[in-house]
């Protein structure tokens, strides 16, 4: 669910194909708020960072599987087809060529991330003190 959040509607909507599943929409998708803590130094005390858009849908297809998303931002289509695509993969065997698209698209997030990162660490700058005479 990580990858599909993290995902873009196109991404989504290209593993799905174009014909999509017969489906109830079981909670129609919804906007709302969450809280968004954050740490110093990414181990310390916790704070509230702020809050952050969330969109959040359930259905359940013709088989009866049921297919939940959340998804940061106001994209009701994308939580929609996100929540669809959930049920899909639930059917699907794990070594399935759905699954295998599904650790496709995380690779490709995992390289983003770590090209972000490298870019960001580039710019990193240590400061240190000096203390004159003891």
């Given at each position: 669910m990580a990858v599909l959040s993290r995902a873009s509607r196109a991404?989504?909507?290209?593993?799905?194909?174009?014909?999509?599943?017969?489906?109830?929409?079981?909670k129609a998708p919804e906007i709302g708020t969450v809280m968004v803590e954050g740490r110093a130094g990414g181990a310390g005390r916790r704070f509230n960072l702020g809050e952050a858009t969330v969109t959040r849908c359930v259905v359940r297809l013709a088989d009866g599987l049921m297919g939940f998303s959340y998804a940061l931002g106001r994209d009701a289509r994308k939580a929609r087809l996100a929540a669809i695509l959930d049920a899909r993969l639930q059917a699907q065997a794990p070594g399935s060529a759905l699954h295998q698209a599904v650790?496709?698209?995380?690779?490709?997030?995992?390289?983003?991330?770590?090209?972000?990162?490298?870019?960001a660490a580039a710019t990193k700058v240590d400061f240190f003190t000096l203390v004159r005479g003891a």
């Open positions: 991404e989504i909507a290209a593993l799905l194909g174009p014909d999509l599943p017969e489906h109830e929409v079981l650790g496709a698209l995380a690779a490709r997030q995992a390289t983003a991330r770590d090209l972000a990162s490298r870019k």
